[in-house]
């Protein structure tokens, strides 16, 4: 186990070294660069771009660059372009806001994709599974920032309910629990938003799941013992079913990941996803690097937890 | 056990979603008494001189002060400084002594033109004669020095070194006075420029005498002038003013304001903006005295940048302002800093001390940021900010709601088609004035801006005091546009689409994606054109592409862009003939020594008749020309929820109530004045004012 672990490790590594450099080549190569002023400014001369390009070591060969960007990153010295703070702790003053969301976000995948995926199986074959089936294929079709955008106009126009942010400004709270209440809400409404995929798909592994395990010889062992349904249902058939929930961990990091640079932007939450989708739009180099090492190495790692979760429920499975 | 994670937990889950929704909706609370404002954008930083995008300039407004600022006309007016004079010395130097004592005995003799002239005084400084102005410009100065004899021209020399010039600039500087060497002005680590007195080959290898071989200097001469004319702002600081924290404001912190802006490490995307001050100083702490080295009219507004407090910066290096000042500034302005979260709201409280008390009224700003559109349009309709910049297709629906109160004014921009005049058929004058008869630009205002706009005539818009209204724009005519065309050698071809000597009148006319009205407006054009036998193909690139490939390189046949422009009539960069290289703005290649002329005296002139004279005649001769089809200034609208605020503001002596105004700065320039009406029990009784 230790030594799968440490394989693994050595292989993410180099993993990250060529991600690192493939997205700082992405990075850098696209059209544009970082230019606070707007690109068309009469009143910045040509001496005030080449003082900003120096600052930021921008009139470096690429090469350069990357080593540059590399160095500071790792003695934590890199300095974003727009307000030149530490990168590491403008991702660091945004990581709570993030991982309540996806924290958020994960939890109800799992749950209310158990809930949906069980009551499928129960009713597996009826006009209401196909019914739930097709919803579910739907929810995972439908591009989330699509979905988000119909229910915060709808909020906005028949609930007349704030739905931005991290909670509602400009107001006195009569009570700390109404104070409490709303932020629950502005991570509530994002984060549902950002889990009805996750939803979906946890729904239909668990369906497929739980309907394989009830065509086993044990469950029909369990039933001509004459147990009653229900405990062959959830004893014997369920338990065995619920692997895929812990891989699905694994499997809803990257695409919260990815999600949440979309959700957090349409709901002006402060979280990373929205500093990464404003750091491509400024150009922001610095900090488009350390985000991009942060998030691949947060993937890498949820697959290797993934894995080794695995390998804990489920006795079959060997990590050599 | 596992029945509760199937049904338990879902069911928990619900309840909490269930009530934090019951919450926000049945939830009955107090407004705050502040001012909520949606931004789009994240400041970078609250420090003034380092950002350059308009999300900080509306923050750091509400922080500091200029010693000027603009009023609610546009016009220039004093913020810290409680009074400012402008003067300016002209020195002439003369091949010796005598020479220059016969120019004074001259200049004493002619005293009746004094006045005219606006002298003040003279004095004779050795070889020099130093003549005082009450009026900086360069026609008066002219037509004294046109009188004298024995003159001898100056030299402003540039030089350009790889390595700091270290020994070199001192020695040069220290020879200032002594000999030749007139002034020094360094403009940063590498380039200075020094005046020497002399003809020019002379002062090149006397400067280039101060270099030693290794060190490389680019010696150039900038330019020759017959005298120097340095024009000088004198400020009379407010001496009731303090700090945030309680230090006063002394003309220590303004003239270190100035030497932060031109400081290298900083960076300051202003720095331009000073690059024609020779020096400041401070006489006394509540004097602040600038000189120029060239009279540049528009210099004085840079005076309204945000003065720094010297007593907590100076002295400290960058990485101190970015950890403890840039994120949490001290300003001298109604308002003070007290929070910031990052990517959520800036909050400031109202400042107790303010010099201009006993306001504001508000308890603070918060100032939310948003990121789009849609996201702004919602936080208005949930009451999360307090106003909200309309969409111009929006506009009707919200101006039919009694529940809000609209504002509009034209804003300070235009679109515009920008044809490339190298080449042809653009170069032809009466082509493109044929052009612009075949667009039909209120249509185009009707259709892409709901009808919020007007149509543009020339380089400044209506807002401006320098705009000159009685140049009338082209009226949209097919038939002139053909006989036009007919007249310049455009004839239908067998396909319909016009030609001359074989070659058709086909374009390109590009533009950047992702901006839908740039769009709308190279379709209308392409359907207008049509009309008349052009064919227009449009083509659309990505913003950076657009101009990396086209733009700046100068290869388009026509583009649709826009300028916003700043309040100042300098349009230099845009439309001076120098300006047409690569990389400059002046992307048309628009040529004509008239315009060269105007743009380069109206930078120069200090008297505001002459000046609206100028700008008149610049905007007149570049319309007529029409190098951009100069299409539309758009209007800009706010909308805020009815009876949110009033003002009461502070006028002779007494107070005047009103509700929200217009003014032509717009409706929110008496923001500091603002009051919530629930909370009018705060503010001091109503006096009248009394009137002179």
Not at chain 1, 59 to 74: A, G, K, S, T, V
Request: without cysteine.
């Amino acid at each position: 186990m230790l030594n799968f672990i440490l394989r693994r490790l050595a292989i993410s590594s180099v993993l990250i070294f060529i991600i690192s450099i493939i997205s700082f080549l992405m990075i850098i190569l696209a059209p544009g660069g970082p230019n606070p002023w707007g690109e068309l400014n009469p009143k910045i001369t040509p001496q005030v771009k080449e003082m900003f390009r120096k600052k930021f070591h921008l009139d470096r060969p690429i090469h350069e660059q990357y080593f540059l960007n590399m160095r500071d990153l790792f003695t934590g010295r890199l300095k974003s372009i727009k307000d030149e703070r530490p990168v590491i702790s403008r991702i660091l003053e945004r990581l709570p806001a993030t991982l309540t969301l996806n924290l958020y976000a994960i939890s109800i995948s799992l749950i209310f994709g158990l809930l949906w995926g069980v009551w499928a199986a129960r009713h597996a074959g009826t006009t209401a599974d196909m019914l739930s089936s097709m919803g579910a294929f739907a929810l995972i079709a439908l591009p989330g920032f699509w979905v988000a955008y119909l229910i915060l106009i709808g909020l906005v126009n028949f609930a007349g309910v704030p739905v931005l942010g991290t909670q509602s400004y400009g107001i006195e709270f009569p009570s700390f629990a109404n104070l409490w209440l709303d932020r629950l809400w502005h991570v509530v409404l994002p984060g549902t938003i950002l889990a009805l995929g996750g939803i979906a798909v946890q729904s239909r592994y668990i369906r497929a799941t739980v309907l394989e395990a009830m065509n086993e010889d044990y469950i029909r062992t369990a039933r001509a013992k004459g147990l009653p349904e229900e405990t062959v249902f959830y004893k014997h058939a369920l338990r065995n079913a619920v692997r895929p929930l812990i891989t699905g961990i694994g499997s809803l990091l990257p695409a919260l990941i990815g999600g949440s640079l979309i959700i957090e932007t349409i709901f002006a939450y402060p979280g990373m996803g929205r500093l990464g989708y404003e750091a491509v739009l400024e150009r922001d180099y610095p900090t488009l690097v350390a985000l991009n090492f942060v998030v691949a190495a947060l993937i890498l790692l949820g697959n290797l937890i993934a894995d080794v979760l695995y390998a804990v429920v489920d006795p079959r499975v060997r990590l050599e | 056990m596992i029945k509760f994670f199937v049904y338990g937990l879902p069911a928990l889950f619900l309840a909490l979603i269930v009530a934090s929704f019951l919450n926000v909706v049945l939830l009955t609370t107090t407004k705050k008494n502040e001012f909520s404002i949606g931004m789009l954008g994240e400041p970078s930083t609250l420090n003034p001189i380092k950002a350059a995008e308009s999300a900080a300039g509306q923050v750091t407004g509400s922080i500091f002060n200029g010693l000027l600022k603009y009023d609610e006309n546009i016009e220039i007016t004093t913020d810290l400084a409680e009074s400012y004079v402008l003067t300016q010395t002209t020195t002439v130097f003369f091949e010796n002594e005598n020479t220059a004592l016969t120019a004074l005995l001259r200049l004493e003799a002619s005293r009746s033109r004094w006045p005219g002239w606006q002298l003040s005084s003279v004095r004779l400084e050795g070889s020099a004669l130093l003549i005082k102005l009450k009026q900086p410009g360069i026609d008066a100065s002219q037509e004294i020095v046109g009188m004298f004899d024995g003159k001898v021209p100056s030299q402003v020399v540039r030089v350009e070194t790889k390595e700091p010039p270290g020994v070199a600039l001192e020695k040069i500087r220290a020879s200032i006075g002594g000999g030749k060497i007139v002034r020094v002005w360094v403009e940063g680590a590498n380039a200075f420029e020094v005046t020497v007195l002399g003809a020019e080959e002379d002062a090149k290898t006397k400067i280039a005498g101060f270099f030693p071989k290794e060190l490389e200097a680019k010696i150039t001469i900038f330019e020759t002038l017959p005298f120097l004319a340095e024009p000088e702002v004198l400020f009379r600081l407010r001496q009731n003013v303090l700090w945030h924290d309680g230090e006063p404001f002394t003309s220590r912190d303004p003239a270190f304001t100035f030497r932060a802006l031109m400081d290298e490490s900083v960076a300051s995307p202003r720095k331009p903006d000073f690059d024609t001050i020779l020096f400041v100083e401070t006489p006394s702490p509540f004097e602040f005295r600038v000189v120029y080295r060239r009279p540049y009219s528009p210099a004085l507004s840079s005076w309204m940048m945000s003065i720094l407090p010297a007593h907590l910066l100076e002295g400290k290096p960058q990485e101190w302002w970015v950890e403890n000042f840039d994120r949490k500034p001290i300003g001298t302005g109604p308002f003070k800093f007290a929070e910031w979260k990052t990517n959520e709201f800036v909050r400031l409280d109202r400042n107790p001390i303010y010099f201009n008390g006993p306001g504001p009224w508000l308890d603070g700003i918060v100032y939310r940021i948003l990121g789009d559109q849609l996201a702004l349009r919602l936080a208005f309709e949930t009451h999360q900010v307090d106003f909200w910049g309309v969409d111009p297709w929006a506009v009707s629906g919200f101006a039919k709601d009694k529940r809000f109160e609209l504002f509009s004014m034209p804003g300070n921009s235009y679109s515009y088609i920008g044809w490339n005049l190298r080449r042809p058929p653009f170069d032809d004058e009466r082509v493109r004035i044929a052009l612009a008869h075949a667009i039909n630009i209120p249509e185009m205002v009707q259709y892409i801006l709901y009808g919020h706009g007007t149509q543009s005539t020339g380089v400044f818009t209506p807002q401006m005091w320098f705009f000159n209204p009685d140049v009338k724009p082209f009226i949209y005519d097919k038939d002139k546009a053909r006989s036009l065309l007919a007249e310049a050698g455009w004839v239908p071809g067998p396909d319909g689409i016009l030609a001359k000597d074989g070659k058709r009148f086909s374009f390109k006319l590009i533009t950047n994606n992702g901006n839908e009205i740039r769009r709308d407006i190279a379709t209308l054009v392409q359907d207008n054109l049509r009309q008349i036998g052009i064919e227009v193909k449009i083509e659309m690139y990505e913003w950076a592409v657009f101009l990396r490939n086209f733009i700046n390189k100068g290869e388009f046949d026509a583009m649709v862009l826009g300028w916003a422009l700043g309040p100042d009539y300098d349009q230099y960069q845009i439309w001076h003939s120098s300006q047409a290289n690569p990389e400059q703005l002046n992307v048309v290649s628009y040529k004509n020594p008239k315009v060269d002329r105007l743009l380069e005296q109206i930078r120069q002139e200090y008297q505001r008749t002459k000046i609206i004279s100028m700008a008149g005649e610049m905007q007149e001769t570049i319309y007529r020309q029409q190098p951009y089809l100069f299409l539309y200034v758009p209007e800009s609208t706010s909308v805020v929820w009815k009876d949110s605020f009033r003002i009461r503001r502070p006028v002779d002596g007494g107070w005047v109530d009103t509700p929200i105004e217009m003014t032509k700065a717009g409706w929110s320039y008496y923001s500091d004045w603002f009051y919530r009406p629930e909370f009018a029990s705060k503010l001091p009784p109503l006096k009248e004012p009394s009137t002179p």
